[in-house]
């Protein structure tokens, strides 16, 4: 059988829809041949999935699975010819409010499809996917909490190898609240203090999205939680660092990049963070200090 299928989101070419949104759409089905068909449906379908291969672990989850008919209905078993030519049809589907956003990480991912299907009676189903990706809205004005400066602070001792009495380098990084949106700039300030001889480099700021996996499965009778941690760098920034012996002010600004925003409720198996992490990179056989800024990353600004 020769057909090709275009599955078009009304008004909406990125394709990118909100939880609890109404999903409109246009199937256009090309078929060069007379076909037999039980049925042909559309099927809307979110799912999270994770697994882990060295250690035989996988996580699923699914969100919902709905089906829509053009042609027959459920469990039809009868036979439908279709004429060699073009159709055209039309769905909508109104999508959960409680659901996660999409994401694509390395270990596992949360993905939204809409199929259409020709359930065919002697050979394989014939299925055209087309994915889109779902954002869950996040208002920033739901969390009053991130409307306060974001405030941290990290020490670390140089004591030259124990040589001498130890000294210290203190970094303190302030940003004017912990809610930001896609698109926005965190303004940092970093006041850094040394009392070391010991210099620093360069500064950096990374913005980090944080994937975290979890599964729960019984082995050997007993139950064994699976966790795992995904990291993602969507901007860097550097700037130069200070001598040993000096106290500074210096500022950094994060751009946010197109994001889904924090994830931490609607699925037990995959949870999506975000924090900005600050390294002041030292010189020589010294480790480098590193302070992490959790930030929660919105839909909607907050309103004053």
Same mark, same amino acid.
């Given at each position: 059988?020769?057909?090709?299928?275009?599955?078009?989101?009304?008004?909406?070419?990125?394709?990118?829809?909100?939880?609890?949104?109404?999903?409109?759409g @246009?199937?256009?089905?090309?078929?060069? !041949?007379?076909?037999?068909?039980?049925?042909?449906?559309?099927?809307?379908?979110?799912?999270?999935?994770?697994?882990?291969?060295? %250690? %035989?672990?996988?996580? !699923?989850?699914?969100?919902?699975?709905?089906?829509?008919?053009? #042609?027959?209905?459920?469990?039809?078993?009868?036979?439908?010819?279709?004429?060699?030519?073009?159709?055209?049809?039309?769905?909508?589907?109104?999508? +959960?409010?409680?659901?996660?956003?999409?994401i694509e990480g390395k270990i596992g991912q949360i993905k939204y499809t809409v199929r259409v299907v020709l359930d065919m009676p002697l050979w394989m189903n014939k299925v055209f996917k087309e994915p889109f990706i779902l954002m869950k809205a996040l208002n920033l004005n739901d969390l009053p909490s991130l409307r306060q400066?974001?405030?941290?602070?990290?020490?670390? %001792?140089? %004591?030259?190898?124990?040589?001498?009495?130890?000294?210290?380098? @203190?970094?303190t990084a302030r940003a004017p609240v912990g809610g930001f949106l896609p698109r926005q700039t965190v303004n940092l300030e970093i006041h850094v203090h040394s009392q070391s001889s010991v210099a620093v480099s360069k500064f950096?700021?990374?913005?980090?999205?944080?994937?975290?996996?979890?599964?729960?499965?019984?082995?050997?009778?007993?139950?064994?939680?699976?966790n795992e941690e995904e990291e993602k760098t969507l901007f860097l920034m550097t700037i130069d660092g200070c001598s040993g012996n000096e106290e500074k002010i210096v500022h950094l600004d994060v751009a946010i990049p197109p994001t889904? +925003?924090?994830?931490?409720?609607?699925? !037990?198996?995959? !949870?999506?963070?975000?924090? #900005?992490?600050?390294?002041?990179?030292?010189?020589g056989l010294y480790k480098n200090l590193t302070l992490d800024l959790p930030i929660t990353i919105g839909s909607y600004p907050f309103q004053y």
């Open positions: 059988m020769s057909a090709t299928c275009e599955i078009d989101f009304e008004n909406n070419p990125r394709k990118i829809v909100y939880a609890g949104k109404l999903l409109r @246009t199937v256009r089905l090309n078929l060069t !041949k007379n076909t037999i068909v039980r049925s042909v449906y559309i099927r809307i379908k979110g799912k999270a999935f994770a697994a882990w291969d060295s %250690d %035989d672990v996988e996580v !699923k989850e699914e969100y919902f699975n709905e089906k829509m008919y053009f #042609i027959g209905s459920r469990g039809s078993a009868g036979k439908i010819r279709l004429k060699a030519g073009k159709y055209k049809f039309t769905f909508e589907f109104i999508l +959960p409010s409680n659901v996660p956003s999409s400066p974001l405030i941290g602070e990290k020490t670390k %001792d140089v %004591d030259c190898f124990g040589l001498f009495s130890p000294k210290t380098i @203190t970094i950096s700021a990374e913005l980090i999205q944080l994937i975290s996996y979890s599964v729960e499965y019984k082995s050997c009778g007993f139950k064994t939680k699976y889904p +925003p924090t994830e931490i409720l609607m699925s !037990k198996a995959i !949870k999506v963070t975000y924090l #900005i992490r600050i390294t002041a990179l030292t010189l």
